[in-house]
């Protein structure tokens, strides 16, 4: 099983899309272990996005993230990484695929609703900067033997 990092950002949960990209997870089988509001700072923002920190849209991209209140996740399933990526969409959703997030309620690159680690890695480093170990909770879900052969 995978952990990865789930952001509904501030436009989501503006636009109440909280439920509604919860509800997604959800429905395809992941397994929520972790979630919280916060409102992040400065600080959070920069470390969280520090890859993008050379790119012409970083200020506007910490603007954005610290607009406002955010709902973070960690869900748990097998290859989580790649199929909550697949179930968001692509990053500008003007190209992202129906049925996506990105792709059914956005409309623009700097207001695409959520966020999800995009690597193994990245959901190893962004989980431990939102969460601390005694907020994940270990359970087990009632029907994973239907979900999983
Ligand atoms: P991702 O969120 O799909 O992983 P990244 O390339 O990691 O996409 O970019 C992080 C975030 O930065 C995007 O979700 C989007 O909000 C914003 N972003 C990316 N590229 C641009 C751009 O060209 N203009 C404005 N914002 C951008
Ligand atoms: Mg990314």
Redesign the pocket.
Known sequence: MERTFVMVKPDGVQRGLIGEVISRLERKGLKIVAMKMLWIQEELAREH?M??AEKP?FQ??VD?ITSGPVVAMVVEGKEAVKVVRTLIGA?NPIEAAPGTVRGDFGMD??R?VV?AS?SLESAEREISLFFNADEIVDYSKSGEEWLYE
């Open positions: 996005y890859e993008h849209f506007a991209l954005y990053t690159i700097g695409n966020h995009d």
